[in-house]
């Protein structure tokens, strides 16, 4: 990233570049620690962005895991409709997680928060039902799968007599 050489004019307020030019804001920023001039540091909106970051990162593991769960389920619920696309992207979602995990260890105590499994488990059914076509009501109200199962590699879930039977009263 190109480092900003230049202040901001005598009337302009580091706040105004925030809202204005988030781009220039930043280098400013970062110009400001380097150079150690610490009280023109905006630091109402850095803690902002330091905590927008640890945000960002959550989402896309909360993202992931919901794509992954919305695949587990298209797999148990429709097993003749079963795909490459389909592992494919269930090995994919597991494997960018794990490298998430491993860069951002922190993030693995959401693996253990009922609340948080909670909701990626109904953006996972609303994902699936979006997919199939199959009813939201149909799938279990809570992960029947514990993480360990969702992120290991060999787990492919098998629909089950309760699963087949659910099914054919669909129809």
Known sequence: MPKLTTT?????EPNA????????WANEQAMFLRTGQLDKLDL???????????RAEHNALESRMSVLMAHLLKWQYQPAQRSFGWKGTIEEQRKRIARLL???PSL?????????ITDVWDD????AFKDTGINKSTFPETCPWSMHEVLN???????????????????
Do not use: C
């Open 8 to 12: 901001p004019t005598q009337a302009e």
């Open 17 to 24: 570049r925030y809202d204005g030019d988030l781009v220039a």
């Open 44 to 54: 109402e909106n850095i803690a902002e962005e330091v905590e927008s970051v640890g």
């Open 102 to 104: 491993k860069k951002m």
């Open 108 to 116: 693995k105590v959401s693996l253990t928060d009922e609340e948080w």
């Open 124 to 127: 996972g059914k609303i994902i």
């Open 153 to 171: 590699d060999a787990f492919y879930p098998q629909p089950t007599q309760e699963i087949q039977d659910k099914l054919a009263q669909a129809k």
